[in-house]
């Protein structure tokens, strides 16, 4: 059967969890070997069923008869980690998703919808260099959640990039990827100035309870959004 979705877990290594193409490439190596030697299929499904103790028991059953034995056996288990990681990652996708298309009551198929908003997602991904000054002008911290998890951290543009919005970390904000795509999609924003968090009524309370929060900003002032940017972003936000 293989990895599922391979080509997208290898892309999240690389762009969000910060791998380098080796490393990507070898723990995909190792998940090939877990899906053909252990006999656990290496998928979403399996992955989200906390099926990692029945994931060690297959493994070690069968450690002699393994090349490298033990050391073999956890690489392995921390590729497999690595996969957990990111069907949780994909998962949060799915449910912003149907989110997003409540709020927006489209004509559209909830099916387009969802791959529309994940090939949104995993384009801003591929930002790697802005995406690493704006973890460093940020302290590698979302602005809204305070969230410290690398592999959900996003370079979001405060001014579209599809607006002539620029790669600058004036243009910039890290937030979580959920928080991102209520951001792109004006249903949270940051009050200029201010540095207020808003966050729309029709939003649940998983989001609701950061609004009125202060945003967490670079301690230096030359790294904090241009306050036009915002502007635009804020006037979005209450034509919503």
């Known amino acids: 059967m293989g990895i599922e979705f391979k080509d997208e877990l290898k892309r999240y290594l690389m762009d969000t969890a ?133 592999a959900v951290l996003e370079a979001a543009h405060v001014r579209p990039y599809s607006a002539d919005g620029q790669d600058a970390v004036s243009n910039g904000l890290i937030l979580r990827s959920d928080i991102h795509t209520l951001f792109d999609k004006g249903l949270i924003t940051i009050e200029h100035g201010t540095w207020r968090i808003l966050c729309a009524e029709t939003l649940s309370d998983a989001y609701r309870q950061y609004h009125d929060k202060t945003a967490t900003m670079p301690s230096k002032s030359s790294l904090c959004p241009a306050i036009d940017a915002l502007r635009e972003r804020y006037r979005e936000f209450h034509l919503k």
């Open 18 to 150: 910060g791998l380098s193409p080796n490393s990507a490439s070898q723990y995909l190596s190792y998940l090939n070997h877990v899906d053909r030697r252990s006999g656990v299929r290496v998928t979403i499904e399996n992955a989200l069923a906390s099926k990692d103790d029945e994931l060690w028991q297959s493994l070690n059953s069968i450690i002699d008869l393994v090349d490298g034995g033990k050391k073999t056996i956890t690489n392995w288990r921390s590729a497999w980690r690595k996969y957990e990681t990111f069907a949780r990652w994909k998962l949060s996708e799915y449910d912003l998703a149907s989110e997003i298309i409540e709020q927006e009551k489209s004509p559209q198929t909830e099916q387009e919808a969802r791959t529309r908003i994940l090939v949104s997602i995993l384009r801003r991904q591929g930002q790697a260099k802005f995406r690493n000054t704006l973890l460093e002008a940020y302290r590698s911290q979302c602005a809204v959640t305070g969230c410290m998890d690398l």
